[in-house]
């Protein structure tokens, strides 16, 4: 259905209602120790509706029609009239927002890879690992692959049309160690769009399998970490990851008034003044981001969500309820997983800015301490307090990388912890291999670059 036709539902609608249509399309294929044992290919679609009448009303159906659209749009509105009868809540404003206009990120008209090419790429990856690497105890090749197409329509005039593709190859190898198997991820391949837009010949993998593999031996061989609070460089992908986890989800508006840490933060220092974190809605630097969001479930054109801006926590990522209850403009945040999926506040593409120094000089800049990478898991809540697994790190000695470690975790406070960051490196990596968890699933971009702090270790 197009946005025009959505539109011509809500005709005659009084309250303020949103619809969508929506169709998501999985593949995975898994390769392990030379076995196909993942084949795949998975679609759900279906239409939803919201209706605000004081309370939130939600339905949703799976046909995609215009009797469903209808349908939905009745039962929602009864459903936000029982509650808001139950309630005593008859009056709820949203922000009017910018609406959004016109069809975003349209796919690409062209020939596809079959089942069978995705087969055969992930297959030859396989037999590259198992020719040259015979010593392995185990090698896992995945390929993941994740579309997303909408179509949403807001009283009010707003309607637009999205396509956002995520494709993702992941390659796990393990070896055996002096104490058991060591297994080490090499960092996702891909990111934002179809498998045709990032794959071709397998051979574009070889390097870094073949890094992976060289990590992988030198971690074999690998010391155990010294506890506690130690000076490190963080890789740009635990940066990525902390962005996200221990200082995004704080900032987000319906957790900032559930009691997050954040809520008593507004306009104060919150980390050095080297650090600023911004989500970004589609672009960055000049180009598009992983998961470009130009429009979200709420009809709301995105911005930019500024968080911490040289070390002052300057802002929160907003629907259009929230908004209006901190008075500033919606930054369009607001994003639904699956066609039967409310939409909740969500990141989009959240990084901590590149700073001015290189890399190697800031390795060659500590004396004892630890450059740590690979995230393998990590938890963190609203206080700010975050515990990460690492699966690669390296000691420094003198200003040199020394020797590899076994896993290890770091934890802290991410206000505190940012507090005594004293580098920013000036490069910028950016991972959309993961899921968020936010009560559902949500595809999501996280990136940084390396920084020098004071963290906690896990370790002896």
Known sequence: MTPAELSAALNGVSDYAEVRVQTNTSVGIQMLNGNLTMNTVNTIGGVSARVCAGMWGFASAPEQTAESVKSVLDTARRNALFLSGRTGRQNAELHTGRPAKGIRLPRKDRARATAADKLAFIRALDDYIARKYPSLIS?????????????????????AYSFLPRTSVLVMLSAEGAEGPVDLMMPPAGGGGEYEDLFGDPAM??????????????????????????????????????????????????????????????????????????????TAFGKTCPIPVYADDEGVEASDAVIIDKGILKGYMHNRRTALEYGVEPTGNARAFAFSDEPLI??????????TDKLNDIIASVEDGYY????????????????????????????????????????????????TVT????????????????????VVGMGGPAVLCQINVGGE
């Not at 898991?377 to 000695?397: C, H, P, R, S, W």
Request: one cysteine or more.
């Open 346 to 355: 969500r990141m989009r593409n959240t990084c901590i800015l590149p700073g």
């Open 372 to 419: 740590l990478s690979h995230p393998t898991n990590g938890q963190a809540d609203m206080t700010g307090e975050f515990m990460f697994g690492v699966g690669l790190g390296y000691e420094i000695k003198n200003g040199t990388l020394g020797r590899a470690l076994t896993n290890t975790t770091v934890s802290g406070v991410a206000f505190e912890m940012l507090k």
């Open 205 to 282: 993998l070889h390097g870094g399998i073949d890094e992976c593999y060289e990590a992988l031996m030198r971690k074999k061989e690998g010391i155990k970490p010294e506890g506690g609070v130690k000076t490190c460089v963080l890789g740009p992908d635990l940066a990525g990851i902390l962005a996200h986890e221990a200082v995004g989800h704080t900032v987000e508006c319906d957790l900032v008034r559930g009691g997050s840490i954040a809520g008593k933060m507004l306009n104060q220092p919150v980390a050095s003044d080297l650090v600023s974190i911004v989500d970004f809605a589609h």
């Open 423 to 442: 580098k920013v490196s000036d490069d910028l990596q950016w991972d959309a291999a993961g899921f968020c968890g936010k009560k559902q699933m949500m």
């Open 139 to 159: 090698r896992r090749v995945i390929l993941s692959g994740l579309t997303m197409e909408k179509t949403v329509a807001v009283t009010g005039g707003a309607e």
